[in-house]
């Protein structure tokens, strides 16, 4: 499992690859590398994907340059950060805490 650490040590813009859906979502949602970087920066580590493939990955809370939040997918190998998406996270689907998903109507 990965700490929030593990990403700051190596964040800089030459080891972050962006996989080509995590390009197309920066770009529709307006979200930076400034932006992703900042909140590997200042965020936490707020869920797990242990079994992701081809790597374990983990969804980040934190703050975007103009301090609005942001969630960051990722995951790490070689000394690289690899961005699997970002979006700005929705009160629809997260608590106000914007850790917290919200319950699922059954």
């Given at each position: 499992?990965?700490?929030?650490?593990?990403?700051?040590?190596?964040?800089?813009?030459?080891?972050?690859?962006i996989?080509?859906?995590?390009q197309?979502?920066?770009?529709?949602?307006?979200?930076?590398?400034?932006?992703?970087?900042?909140?590997?920066?200042?965020?936490e580590?707020?869920?797990q994907?242990?079994?992701?493939?081809?790597?374990?990955?983990c969804?980040?809370?934190?703050?975007?340059?103009?301090n609005?939040?942001?969630?960051?997918?990722?995951?790490?190998?070689?000394?690289?950060?690899?961005l699997?998406?970002?979006?700005?996270?929705?009160?629809?689907?997260?608590?106000?805490?914007?850790?917290?998903?919200?319950e699922?109507?059954?």
């Open positions: 499992m990965y700490t929030i650490e593990d990403f700051r040590k190596i964040n800089k813009s030459e080891n972050i690859v996989s080509l859906h995590g197309l979502r920066l770009n529709e949602r307006n979200i930076s590398v400034d932006d992703v970087m900042n909140a590997i920066d200042n965020g580590i707020i869920e994907y242990p079994k992701d493939f081809p790597f374990p990955s969804l980040i809370l934190g703050l975007a340059v103009a609005t939040y942001i969630h960051v997918v990722v995951s790490m190998n070689g000394g690289k950060i690899y699997i998406t970002a979006y700005i996270p929705s009160l629809d689907k997260w608590e106000a805490d914007l850790k917290t998903r919200k699922r109507s059954k």
